[in-house]
């Protein structure tokens, strides 16, 4: 397999998902998913080796259907996270789960949130509620990323590379807080 799929990808906080919605809605967007909920599993051996290398198996369950994604480590330099994604649909997400425990996987970080999604000058928006406040996840071309940045207001240092993993521990430090799962 030589095909290396690359996501370049930001988040930023917002405020009103609501609100937020309406000025994407103004600069044109389209709608590419209605507000649905993912409960996601990431998936580790005993030894934490996917971890060390900086990498991800999610296993997604949203709306009846399941996803497979494997992440590579990010880039660790610029404003962007810029890393291989590999992803392929699943029949069953809680058969996968039990595979993936069977062969010695095991889960190490569950988190929940609502999504909607949209399309915008060549930029994937996705619009988060979670539990831990709400986020979008801006993902497409570097150039196109930072227009639609500006034409939204955020600038460059608004700019996260955080996982929901690495944001929610933050959390949990910031509030004196034991960390678990990020769930509702």
């Known amino acids: 397999m030589n095909d290396v799929s690359l996501e370049t990808e930001i988040k930023v906080e917002i405020g009103d998902p609501e609100a937020f919605c309406r000025r994407l809605g103004a600069l044109g967007a389209e709608a590419l998913s209605a507000r649905h909920f993912e409960d996601n599993h990431l998936l580790d051996f005993p030894?934490?080796?996917?971890?060390?290398?900086?990498?991800?198996?999610?296993?997604?369950?949203?709306?009846?259907?399941?996803?497979?994604?494997f992440k590579g480590a990010s880039r660790p330099e610029g404003i962007f996270k810029v890393r291989e994604e590999l992803e392929t649909g699943l029949a069953d997400g809680a058969t996968a789960l039990g595979i993936f425990g069977r062969i010695g996987m095991r889960p190490v970080f569950r988190y929940q949130k609502y999504r909607r999604e949209y399309g915008v000058e060549g930029v994937r928006v996705a619009v988060d509620e979670t539990p831990i406040g709400n986020y979008a996840e801006l993902e497409g071309s570097?150039?196109?990323?930072?227009?639609?940045?500006?034409?939204?207001?955020?600038p460059?240092?608004?700019?996260?590379?955080?996982s929901y993993h690495s944001?929610?521990?933050?959390?949990c430090r910031q509030k004196g807080a034991e960390a678990g799962h990020m769930v509702f």
């Open 156 to 162: 460059e240092k608004s700019f996260l590379r955080s």
């Open 167 to 171: 944001l929610y521990l933050e959390y």
């Open 47 to 69: 030894d934490g080796g996917l971890r060390s290398r900086r990498c991800v198996l999610r296993v997604r369950i949203a709306g009846g259907r399941a996803t497979l994604t």
């Open 142 to 154: 570097e150039e196109a990323i930072r227009a639609l940045a500006r034409a939204l207001s955020f």
